[in-house]
């Protein structure tokens, strides 16, 4: 959300566009005095200007609560202030590098030197207010032969034929320029998915172009819209299955992810039925529903049968104790990538708050699932806050419940809990003021728990 | 010329003020007994109404009719049933009294110690809630006074700590406001009389009042041990009014003696400052924990605070001044009446909001100086479809706008798009929170109405959002359809709800004593 929210101040925000300022004509004697001196006098003054430039920048930019890289985001064109040897500088060139951008990994398309715009190029841009678009796709190119654009599906990242891509207007001008390797685009890590695991190349293309201009496959419809392009080839080990991979798989994470709801829904040895009650709705959604135009009734019927089977079949092999769930949430850490892992925590969540009540035992195999899943644990705590805002009761009567809600593992030394304890009474401070008089009341006794417990840890 | 008037209705006693002609603020006495604080209790029967420390009286004879801790239930949809002896959700209950009407009653009892009471500041606790804010105005026009502004407790305090004449404040303070039935925590930065807040933590549900409950539990255990029967803390008002005795007694002494009368009789009961210091230790780690959070908001430590300055009541336990000592490493600042500080406070800021011919030419004299900039206490957003990052699904949202803790006043413009084609509204909603939350649930929802737009456009159409929040806590939003220029205005402004004709008439048929 970050990420969005940095995105929608940064394109408010006027580029800097400055002036080509004079060089002080001098007196030629002295000036012939002085001409040993001349170049060194004028490195000097380069690397002041420089260092004052980026001092001030970041010192202006401290009070906007923007990082490092989004204050790198605003300092484009920042030409004025350069002598004219800097500007003799090389022609555009990008490169792509993995960084962290407001708490989201990402991979960052930085650009730096000279824009390659013409006259005749500039000129056109007269019309369109002196503007150009930028645009960036995606290729993979492991295999040289076959060059494929991204897919991607999210709105704030794709174009309207869901190829991943992002795009930006800029004023543009002769002599403009990124002085500096400066953030053009930046891609969250979690929406670029090649179609296979493994050793991958990606070809991160940029197409300079009129602001109108329309683009298939990633490349630009038309030739008069055209400016210039530049691209970048970055290779990175992809350790989740690609988006092909993935369509492979959807049939046995489906099947996986229903034996794990099971699980939740048995988690106290007895049946939890609008626990399964949930998870038949999920499946009907997202399974039955989702495939509802592409398959006929027999196939639809054949579905029901085989979730029904499933469901059934799992609640005997946990009343046996012959359920792996490691074997389960291997195969589905294998199968899915972390986006998918999330969405199967939020229905296991759902399944586990659906009788308006968190046991304990539920709780624990919430907690050990999201590890073994390979979660991050405090965004899994936030899920579980949702979860237990909106139930009437937690199960307080086991030992170690209290311990279990805040996901406290053996390993966590006393100063670790303390802090857990104190995060989690900030989060629920602030809903003692909720509108909701369930999350308010429910909010009030979360308080009462994380004082109390730092109270038995002695913190 | 009317007087220039603070309030501070607490928890569990209040307190008026006025500017006196030199402009130094003075709390101004009950007509009863001559105190300056004033019991937040009220006495109800048919149309008798006692409120002060007199209703107190009536705690061991007609209990159901005395109503403490009204500030509690501001925010809440609730009445007080004179047969059931406490709240109730019953809304429509003929003849039970909203928080804001008994609330009203409290106020006028206040008003009738001076005379010319039209106008004033009222303070509140800086993490009330929009509701309760809402109910205090309510209160304030039953009662028939203009509100100049609502004051967060802490900044009140502050403002008076800055301009008192022989205490020396300055640098970095924290304010530790803990009252009868709420707990706040500031931090600020004082030059001479000029004060700006950086930040606000609280706790609505920690005051004095929540000790006593703790002795009164204290009580009940050696009563069973002593009798092997039960006193019934939950219903008798009276136990709690004696642990606010023992409290009291505790502050001074080792152990307190008491007189409990039970199901089997009286029996006298000694309570230690050990066992009661025990008893109040999740209250503490909860101040330990907000004052922690308050730091880390401001980029605080405690080596960076130069001073600790105490209001409220309850910050005579010595247990508190022991554990501020111990976190800030130095003792709080002593000598000032920690009952007094904030509505001493309200009463100089009803002066900096009075216009200049309301005040006298020492009265602006005395004010020139001073100076306060308060901030935005919560975080203020819109609701809107963005992409969760862990899923990479749309889902509705909360997008911050304006930032907590910004200095006010303070503006901010955001960009959003129309998500398809041909999109002819979207939903301006003013969202309000304490964190910075993206789960719509958690945030309050203050505004929500549509904004048309003009048919047949294609996605991504720009609405530019403005939220600019001024120093008295007023708000204007802008929603602006940046093509058409269509615009959806609010203006959220901390006004009196729509209709409380009939509790003020309601209330206006009672004499008050």
């Not at chain 1, 946990?318 to 389960?328: D, F, G, Q, T, Y």
């Amino acid at each position: 959300m970050k990420i969005f929210l940095s995105f929608s101040l940064l394109w408010l925000i006027t580029l800097n566009v400055g002036a080509n300022e004079g060089v002080p004509i001098l007196d030629s004697d002295w000036f012939q005095k002085i001409r040993p001196f001349i170049i060194p006098l004028l490195i000097i003054v380069f690397l002041i200007f420089r260092n004052d430039d980026k001092d001030k920048k970041v010192k202006d930019n401290k009070n906007e609560s923007l990082d490092e890289q989004e204050q790198e985001y605003q300092d484009e064109w920042n030409y004025e202030n350069q002598t004219n040897e800097q500007k003799a500088q090389e022609n555009l060139q990008i490169k792509v590098e993995e960084k962290t951008i407001s708490e989201t990994p990402s991979y960052v398309v930085l650009a730096n030197g000279l824009l390659n715009f013409t006259n005749e190029q500039i000129e056109k841009t007269k019309a369109e207010n002196e503007e150009a678009k930028f645009t960036c796709y995606v290729f993979d190119v492991t295999d040289n032969d076959n060059e494929v654009p991204l897919n991607c599906t999210n709105n704030t990242y794709n174009d309207e034929y869901n190829l991943l891509c992002q795009s930006r207007n800029m004023k543009v001008g002769l002599n403009f320029a990124y002085n500096d390797w400066t953030p053009m685009f930046i891609f969250p890590k979690s929406i670029i998915i090649p179609p296979y695991r493994g050793q991958r190349k990606f070809k991160f293309l940029v197409t300079s172009s009129n602001l109108n201009a329309k683009f298939e496959q990633g490349k630009i419809n038309n030739k008069d819209d055209f400016y210039f392009d530049l691209s970048t080839d970055f290779e990175i080990e992809f350790n989740e299955p690609g988006y092909l991979e993935q369509k492979g798989f959807e049939e046995d994470v489906n099947e996986k992810i229903v034996q794990l709801g099971m699980a939740i829904t048995y988690s106290e040895k007895e049946n939890n039925q609008q626990g399964i009650d949930a998870l038949k709705s999920w499946v009907n959604q997202e399974i039955l529903l989702k495939n509802f135009y592409f398959e006929d009734e027999d196939e639809e019927l054949d579905k029901k049968l085989k979730y029904s089977y499933l469901m059934r079949n799992t609640y005997e092999l946990l009343k046996a104790n012959k359920l792996s769930m490691s074997e389960i949430v291997k195969e589905i850490n294998y199968k899915t990538n972390i986006a998918k892992r999330y969405e199967v925590m939020n229905l296991l969540l759902n399944i586990a708050g659906s009788d308006d009540r968190l046991s304990s035992a539920e709780d624990k195999l919430l907690n050990k699932t999201a590890r073994a899943l390979e979660l991050d644990i405090d965004k899994f705590q936030q899920m579980k806050t949702s979860t237990i805002a909106n139930i009437e009761t937690i199960d307080e009567n086991s030992e170690d419940s209290e311990e279990t809600i805040f996901n406290f593992t053996s390993d966590m030394s006393d100063e670790e809990k303390c802090k857990r304890l104190r995060q989690e009474y900030t989060r629920w401070n602030r809903q003692t003021n909720n509108s909701n008089e369930k999350i308010r009341n429910q909010a009030r006794k979360m308080v009462e728990l994380t004082a109390n417990l730092r109270k038995k840890y002695n913190c | 010329m009317s007087k220039v008037i603070g309030i501070d209705l607490g928890t569990t006693f209040s307190a008026i003020a006025s500017l006196d002609d030199l402009g130094n603020p003075e709390v101004l006495a009950s007509i009863d007994d001559n105190r300056k604080i004033t019991a937040s209790a009220v006495y109800v029967k048919n149309q008798e109404v006692i409120v002060g420390d007199k209703a107190l009286n009536y705690l061991r004879s007609e209990s159901n009719n005395v109503i403490l801790q009204t500030k509690r239930e501001m925010e809440n949809d609730v009445v007080y049933s004179t047969n059931e002896g406490k709240w109730v959700k019953n809304t429509d209950l003929i003849d039970g009294y909203t928080p804001a009407q008994i609330s009203s009653l409290i106020l006028k009892k206040l008003k009738d110690y001076t005379t010319d009471v039209k106008k004033a500041v009222i303070t509140v606790p800086a993490m009330f809630a929009e509701r309760a804010r809402q109910a205090t105005l309510d209160a304030a026009k039953i009662a028939d006074i203009e509100v100049i502004e609502l004051i967060n407790e802490p900044t009140a305090a502050v403002l008076h700590y800055a301009s008192l004449p022989g205490v020396e404040v300055g640098g970095r303070v924290m304010i530790f406001d803990l009252g009868g039935g709420t707990f706040d925590v500031t931090f600020a930065e004082v030059k001479n009389k000029k004060v700006d807040v950086l930040t606000s933590r609280g706790d609505k549900y920690l005051g004095g009042r929540d000790f006593d409950k703790e002795i009164t539990k204290i009580m009940r255990k050696k009563y069973r041990e002593a009798h092997n029967s039960e006193i019934d803390i939950e219903n008798n008002k009276e136990y709690i009014h004696k642990a606010e005795e023992v409290k009291k007694i505790l502050s001074v002494r080792d152990k307190a003696s008491i007189d409990i009368d039970g199901p089997n009789g009286i029996q006298k009961i000694e309570i230690t400052k050990d066992e009661f210091e025990e008893s109040i230790q999740t209250y503490i780690e909860k101040i330990k924990m907000l004052i922690e959070e308050a730091m880390e908001a401001s980029g605080m430590n405690p080596s960076r605070i130069n001073q600790t300055l105490l209001v409220g009541g309850s910050t005579r336990l010595p247990i508190i001044t022991k554990v501020l000592t111990n976190l800030m490493g130095k003792p709080p600042v002593k000598g000032v009446n920690v009952d007094e500080a904030v509505v001493c406070g309200a009463a100089i800021y009803a002066g900096l909001k009075s216009e200049q011919e309301n005040l006298s030419d020492q009265q602006q004299e005395a004010l020139k100086d001073v100076k306060l900039t308060d901030v935005c206490n919560f975080y203020m957003g819109t609701l809107a479809v963005i992409p969760d990052p862990l899923t990479n699904r749309q889902v509705v949202a909360n997008t911050i706008i304006i930032e907590r803790d910004q200095k006010l006043p303070v503006s901010v413009t955001k960009r959003y798009t129309t998500m398809y084609e041909n999109q002819q509204e979207i939903e301006c909603s003013v969202t309000q929170s304490e964190g910075p939350e993206d789960n719509k649930e958690f945030v309050n929802i203050i505004h929500n109405e549509m904004l048309k737009l003009p048919k047949g456009r294609p996605a991504g159409q720009p609405i530019d959002i403005t939220y600019s929040y001024d120093e008295s806590g007023k708000m204007h939003c802008m929603f602006t359809d940046v093509e058409s220029g269509n615009t959806h205005e609010i203006e959220l402004t901390p006004e009196t709800t729509e209709s409380i004709d009939n509790a003020k008439k309601q209330i206006e048929e009672i004499s008050i004593e």
